[in-house]
């Protein structure tokens, strides 16, 4: 099949701005759709998927803050990045649960985070156990 001179530089036009469109996104990511994690158990093997062996969860429930700042801001910030919806959350009350993450590789201990509300992910992170202890991608 032969193309002719005109179809061929519409067809690369196309191609050029729909790589130029992709390139030059920005904006949070959307994930597809939410992730549910409906029980402990759910949770943990979400963090295994993601590579780490964790401990049974301790359960607290938290209140979101209404304003990001300091290391929250930062927190926010990750969370806008890996598409989870923290930010839709800004002062209601949601279940954290904490893991001792079994291994890292570190000398430092690390808890792994994730923050639910009405069984949907809302927020994720791992936390370096010491007082200038980091905040890491989960």
Known sequence: MKINKRTAAVLSAAVICTGAFFACRTGSPVPEKEIRLESEYALEAWLNIKGWK????????????REFSGIYAEYALMQQKLGLPVERYKGQKADRYLFNVENYGEEVPVTAELLVKDDILIGAALFENKPSGRILSP
Do not use: A, E, G, N
């Open 54 to 65: 964790v401990s049974s969860p301790i359960h607290t429930i938290i209140t979101v803050p």
